[in-house]
Nanobody, 120 residues
Framework: QVQLVESGGGLAQPGGSLRLSCAAS????????MSWYRQAPGKDRELVAR????????VYADSVKGRFTIFRDNAKNTVYLQMYSLKPEDTAVYFC?????????????WGQGTQVTVSS
């Protein structure tokens, strides 16, 4: 049974940093492109970062480019999102997922997500 368990969220001040973790079970992350999404109140869920299973190439949404880094630890079957220079507009629930091969669509059911709140 596939499970995605996100953790590491919390309250951060503007300019602060957080590291999110996504522990996967029931599948091997090294076989899939992995991604982080976020959903702010009243907004659609958006893809903010993804990492290729083959090349390790990363792609980011313009809104987080230069501030967020996605990386993976295949041995731990865990994907991470390191977030720096946080802004209030980064406030959202963050989710991870594998991507359907050849698409930018999520493959599995969503986990519970982890709340990130950026506020002074």
């Amino acid at each position: 049974q596939v499970q995605l368990v996100e953790s590491g969220g919390g309250l951060a001040q503007p300019g602060g940093s957080l590291r999110l973790s996504c522990a996967a079970s029931g599948f091997t992350i090294s076989s899939y492109d992995m991604s982080w999404y976020r959903q702010a109140p009243g907004k659609d869920r958006e893809l903010v970062a993804r990492i290729s299973s083959v090349t390790g190439r990363t792609v980011y949404a313009d809104s987080v480019k230069g501030r967020f880094t996605i990386f993976r630890d295949n041995a731990k079957n865990t994907v991470y999102l390191q977030m720096y220079s946080l802004k209030p507009e980064d406030t959202a629930v963050y989710f991870c997922n594998a991507l359907r091969p050849g698409t930018l669509l999520p493959l599995f059911s969503w986990g519970q997500g982890t709340q990130v709140t950026v506020s002074s």
